[in-house]
Each structure stands twice: as C-alpha cells, then as structure tokens.
C-alpha cells in the first residue's frame, strides 16, 4: 500500500528556513507529479509547489514564488520542499501528494487531481 510520510516540521522565527521531506513508500511515483499542500486553521487547502521528476518542470503558488524551491530524489522515493524567508502567514500543516495520473495538460494545482496523501507536518513561524 502506497504510503507518503513528512517529515522536518517544527517552530522557526521569521526570516529563518526549513527543509521539508517527504519519503514515499509501497509504490514508485517517479512518472507522478508530486506536490506539497498547506492548510491553516480555517481556511483551505493551498496549493504550494508541485514537481514532474527529478530535474524536471517545477510550478509554485504565487504566494511562495522566489522564497520555497521543491526538488525530488527518485532514487530515494523522496520530494524535498526547501522553505526560506518564512513568514507568519505561512504557518500551517504541510502536505506532501502524489498525483492521481501521470499525464496533464498544466501541471496540476488543485487537491482533487492529487490521490495519494501523507498525514502532514505543522510548521509554524513566529513574528
């Protein structure tokens, strides 16, 4: 069964960085988009980064654009979210998925078009 866990979450101040990983289990997503998530209390799921493969095409909410970076390790089953420059309204629980397919016309962005889930990691950034 395929199983995705998160890991590197915890408390940093703002300006300061975290390195979120994602280890993948029980099935290869190496042809899969894989994404992170976010959702902070009382609001929606948010679309942060999403990745094709390793080396490949990367796509970024506008929120997080030129401040987080997603890469992939394949060889380890591993998505990667680098997070820099953190700000209070990042806080939230991180989501790491896969993607449901392997083909799409535009790199998916909504959490429908993702079928495989991790439980989630809290990062939360003090002012």
């Known amino acids: 069964q395929a199983q995705l866990v998160e890991s590197g979450g915890g408390l940093v101040q703002a300006g300061g960085s975290l390195r979120l990983s994602c280890a993948a289990s029980?099935?290869?997503?190496?042809?899969?988009?894989m994404g992170w998530f976010r959702q902070a209390p009382g609001k929606e799921r948010e679309f942060v980064a999403t990745?094709?493969?390793?080396?490949?095409?990367?796509t970024y909410g506008d929120s997080v654009k030129g401040r987080f970076s997603i890469s992939r390790d394949d060889a380890k089953n591993t998505v990667y979210l680098q997070m820099n420059s953190l700000k209070p309204e990042d806080t939230a629980v991180y989501y790491c998925?896969?993607?449901?397919?392997?083909?799409?016309?535009?790199?998916?962005?909504?959490?429908?078009?993702?079928?495989?889930w991790g439980q989630g990691t809290q990062v939360t950034v003090s002012s």
């Open positions: 998925a896969a993607s449901g397919r392997q083909a799409y016309l535009t790199p998916p962005r909504l959490p429908g078009e993702y079928a495989y």
């Open positions: 029980g099935r290869t997503f190496s042809r899969n988009y």
């Open positions: 990745i094709i493969w390793s080396g490949g095409s990367t």
